[in-house]
């Protein structure tokens, strides 16, 4: 079974650009959330999506959304990149809620 | 939000040392679950344990729902087990609550 597969690894931006992060949960699962890992600050929730829906989103300004699409997966976009974006953003899925969670590699974002 | 305090912060160990992790929680959740996260960030699932007790070869782990903890054992530590150890639970939101890791050092 394929594990929930997250594209790009690294992705390099410039402040002020947008970066779009893409994530594919396990196949089955259509609960796909997405966690921020900067530096010295842990593991921070963005957003839940379930069936194509936001049904949570975390303590984060509106320039980070997202959408799920109909196959379940998922996209983060980050709009006027600034500095402190800079992270390692982690997608994960789920069967269903308040199930166990699987988690992608993650994609490194580096802004410049 | 649901605070998460995990227990040490560091720790290095000798190979084949025995180890115990802990997690506490400030309030009742239905899902816990311990994840290690390896030098290259990412976070590999352990224990879906929002209580009882599971074992997986050399580690296991216990959850004690009703006072709030939850423990992961490591025994024979190898070298690979290296990295940070999270601990995240969840309640209503379906958002996980992170601890801040322990990071585990293994040395030959």
């Known amino acids: 079974e394929a594990g929930v597969t997250q594209s790009p690894t690294h992705l390099i931006k410039t402040r002020g650009q947008q970066a779009t992060l893409r994530c594919s949960p396990i196949?089955?699962?259509?609960?796909v959330y997405w966690y921020q890992q900067a530096l010295g600050l842990g593991l921070q929730f963005l957003l839940w999506y379930d069936e194509g829906e936001e049904r949570n989103r975390g303590n984060f300004p509106p320039r980070f959304s997202g959408r799920q699409f109909p196959n379940y997966s998922s996209e983060l976009n980050v709009n006027a990149l600034e500095l402190e974006d800079s992270a390692l953003y982690l997608c994960a899925s789920s069967l269903k809620p308040y199930y166990g969670y699987t988690f992608g590699s993650g994609t490194r974002l580096t802004v410049v | 939000g649901i605070q998460v305090e995990q227990s040490p912060p560091d720790l290095i160990l000798q190979e084949g040392a025995n180890s115990t992790l802990r997690c506490n929680f400030s309030d009742s959740v239905n899902n816990l679950q311990w994840f290690h996260q390896n030098p290259w960030g990412q976070l590999i699932n352990l224990f879906y344990?929002?209580?009882g007790t599971k074992q997986n070869g050399r580690l296991s782990a216990t959850t004690v729902a009703t006072e709030r903890y939850s423990l992961l054992y490591i025994s024979s530590s190898q070298t690979t087990d290296s990295g940070v150890y999270f601990c995240?639970?969840?309640?209503?939101?379906?958002?996980?609550?992170f601890g801040t890791g322990t990071s585990l050092t293994v040395i030959p």
């Open positions: 995240a639970v969840m309640n209503t939101g379906n958002q996980f609550y």
């Open positions: 344990i929002p209580s």
């Open positions: 196949s089955g699962h259509t609960s």
